[in-house]
Every structure is written in structure tokens, then in C-alpha cells.
């Protein structure tokens, strides 16, 4: 499944992996480079590859009188759309993260004047902006995290008190 999706995307490629070929297509154009022009990653290749085999096995059984077709969500590439229970189900894209926290932390938008859909490329790819957008009031900021506010806090308290001692 790899290799044959490495030829739709590239068609020279010795590139047998998703992966790799992911990351040496991203780097021949020096990360500039749409989404949509990259293959689908291991996981979610995988994940699709659950939803297709799901569906053809209920095809496989459409004749039968009374066929027996397990939860999608049971490792099928589905996943529950809320915990209310009302049976609605969503696909499941991956399950893992979709990159390394320390590449998130770099990854911008290019665009200038406001992020919204379809321009910002964070928002298609459904992660927030970083300090490294160009915006500065762009409402798709990611918050601060309050654990490593409380942890500045509690260093700057412990330099009081250390200056207190001195007195």
C-alpha cells in the first residue's frame, strides 16, 4: 500500500515509504509546498485504508439476510462525533500527533492581513497560529500555557524572597 501510494504522488521515486517520501518532497521544495501535493502520512493512510476495507466488507455482505457488521468505530478509521450518544460517528484522520511538538511550535502561516479558512494555512490544517505569525491580533493564536505562567510566577516569587533575605 506504501509503495503504490508513493507512485501516485511521485512516480520516479525509490521512495517506498509515506513517510520518507513525505519528507524528501517537502525538502526538494524547501518546505514550500502545499498540503494537498504531499502523501498522506503512515497513520492516516492506515486510518483510511480501515475506512475503505470497512465499507467494501459491507458491501461483501449486502446480500445476506441478516449480515453481521461490527461497530465502525471499533478500529475501522471511525470515531464517535460526541460523547451525548446519538450515534453520530466522524473519521477518525489519525491517532497519533500530526507532527512533533517542536515542529508545531515553528510551523506559520504566511498570510498577512487575517487568518481565516481557506488562507491560513494552520486553520486548513487545524492547528493554531504561533508566535511566529506574522499577526499579531490573529484571533487563531494558541493560548498561553497557564502551567508554564505558574512556573515563571513561582520563579520570580522565589528571587523576592531571595532579595528579601538579603535585607
Known sequence: MHAFTCKLYASRTPDTDVNDLRFSLWRAKKGFIESGQLPPCEDTLNQHAWRANYQSAIWRRSLAAKPTIPAPKDGHGWRSADSGGTGRLCIRWMTGLSAPDMILEFTSCKFRHVCQLPSCECMASRLKCTDECPLRECSNM?????????EEQDESDE????KN???
Not at 528571587?159 to 531571595?162: A, C
Open 142 to 150: 494558541k493560548e498561553d500555557d497557564p502551567l508554564v505562567e505558574l
Open 159 to 162: 528571587d523576592d524572597s531571595d
Open 165 to 167: 533575605d538579603d535585607a
